[in-house]
C-alpha cells in the first residue's frame, strides 16, 4: 500500500512529550493486556469482542454502512442558489478516495473506526496547486495528537519514520473529546461494563447448551470410595454427551446413582430476556431506535414508521452535519465560501420507489421542482420541454376564481 508520506507535508522540529495516541487502547493493551481495561464483570473488553456481541456489530454495520451509501457531492453557490460541480474533487469524494479504495469503502473504515475505537484520522493529499487528488486513511496504532505552542498536530510513526502533519492536512473524526481537544472517547471503552453483559450473555448462553441442552447436575449415589465416585461422574458424564451427540432421548443410569439438577433451565435462566436488555442498552449507546437491530419486541405499524423518521432527525443528520463540516474546513479552507460538500441524505430513498414518486410529483405540481431536475435525480435523460416551472391551474388566489355556467341536464326541472 501507498503511505502518505509527502515531503511537502513533513515538519521539523522537537514534539513536546505530552500527547494523546489516537489509538489509546493499544497502550493499555501493552501495559494491563485489557484493550480498555477490565470490566465489572471481570471480562477485558476488546473492539473484537465488543463486535462479537451481535446488537453491537449490527449498530457499527448499520451507521457506518448508512454513512457510507449516501451520495456524496460538491456544490457551487451561484446567486441564491447553487450548481453542482464536476470533476477530481467531486470524483474523489464521490467515487474514489485513492487508487486502492472507493469512496464508500473509506467512509466504511472512517464511520467503523469512530463507532468503535472512537476516532479516525486521513490525511489529504494535495497537488502542487494545493487541489486535493487523494484521501489516505491513516493506521491509528501510529497516529498521536500534539499540541505545540497552541497548536494541534498529527505525528504519524511508521517504522523508523516519523511525520507530523498539521491539522488543515488531516480529516479528524470522532466520536466524543476530551476536555483537553485532544484525547477522544470510544463507545466501546466507554460503556465497556454494559457491552461486557452482552459478551456474558453469549458465552453463557453457549456453555447453557454445550452438553445438549441438558443444564448442570449433580451425582447422588453410595459411594465406597473418592475413586468410585469420580469414576461414577466420569462415566455419567460420557453418557450424557453421548446421549446428547446420538440424538437419544433416554438416559440410563447405573444401578443406585442419582441426578439431581443445579442449574435453571432456558426459560428460568430468563436468557431471552437478558438478551434482549442488551440490545435495548445497545441502542441507547448509539442513539438508534431498537428496530434498527431488528429488534421488533415493542414494534407496531405506526411506531417502527415514527422510529425510522427519528433515526434520521436526530441520529443520522448529526453524524451527517459533522462529517460535512469537517471536510468544508479542511478540503477547501476556512476563508473559502464559494464551493462546499454535501450529502444528499434523499439517497435514503433509493430503494423506495413509490415514495419517490410521490415526492417528484408533490414537487413539480406545486413549482418546486422543474421536471428535467427530478428526471436527472433518476440518471433519466432531459425532456425538450421540462425546463420550466409548473403548478396545478386549479390553484388560484381567493376571488381570482373563473366564472363558470351551468347549463341544466336534459330531463332536469329549470328552476
Known sequence: MRLPFFPKSEKRGEVPSGSVPVSYRNFLEMITGLAGGGSAAGISVTTEKALGVPAVSAAVNFLSGTMAGLPL?????????????SGKLA???????????????????????????????????????????????????????????????????????????????????????????????????????????????????????????????????AFQSEKAMQRAAQDLEGAVRNAAKNDRMALVLPIGLDIEQLGADAEKSQLVELKRFVIEEVARIYSLPPTFLQ??????????????????????????????????????????????????????????FKTRMDGYATGIQNAILMPNEARRRENL???????????????????????????PEEGDDAA
Open 73 to 85: 457531492n460538491i456544490y457551487r453557490r451561484k446567486g441564491e442558489g447553487r450548481e453542482k460541480v
Open 91 to 221: 470524483r474523489l469524494l464521490h467515487d474514489v478516495a485513492n487508487d486502492e479504495t472507493t469512496s464508500f469503502n473509506w467512509r466504511k473504515q472512517l464511520f467503523d473506526s469512530v463507532l468503535t475505537d472512537g476516532r479516525h484520522v486521513t490525511f489529504i493529499e494535495r497537488s502542487r496547486t494545493g487541489e486535493p487528488i487523494n484521501l489516505w486513511p491513516l493506521d491509528p496504532t501510529g497516529t498521536t495528537v500534539k499540541r505545540q505552542n497552541g497548536r494541534k498536530f498529527y505525528e504519524y510513526r511508521d517504522g523508523s519514520r516519523t511525520l507530523t502533519y498539521e491539522a488543515s492536512e488531516v480529516l479528524d473524526l470522532f466520536y466524543m473529546l476530551k476536555p483537553d481537544g485532544l484525547g477522544h472517547r470510544g463507545p466501546i471503552d466507554l460503556h465497556k461494563d454494559t457491552i461486557a453483559l452482552g459478551i456474558a450473555a453469549t458465552n453463557f448462553g453457549s456453555k447453557f447448551f454445550q452438553n445438549g441442552g441438558v443444564p448442570p447436575f449433580a451425582v447422588k449415589g
Open 295 to 352: 429488534d421488533l419486541t415493542h414494534g407496531t405499524f405506526s411506531n417502527t414508521e415514527q422510529q425510522d423518521l427519528h433515526f434520521v432527525k436526530h441520529t443520522l443528520k448529526r453524524w451527517v452535519e459533522q462529517f460535512e463540516q469537517e471536510l468544508n474546513l479542511k478540503l477547501f479552507g476556512r476563508a473559502s465560501n464559494t464551493r462546499f460538500a454535501e450529502m444528499n441524505m434523499d439517497g435514503l430513498l433509493r430503494g423506495d
Open 381 to 407: 435523460p432531459d425532456d425538450p420541454s421540462g425546463n420550466t416551472l409548473m403548478i396545478q391551474g386549479a390553484t388560484v388566489p381567493v376571488g381570482q376564481q373563473p366564472a363558470t355556467t351551468q347549463t
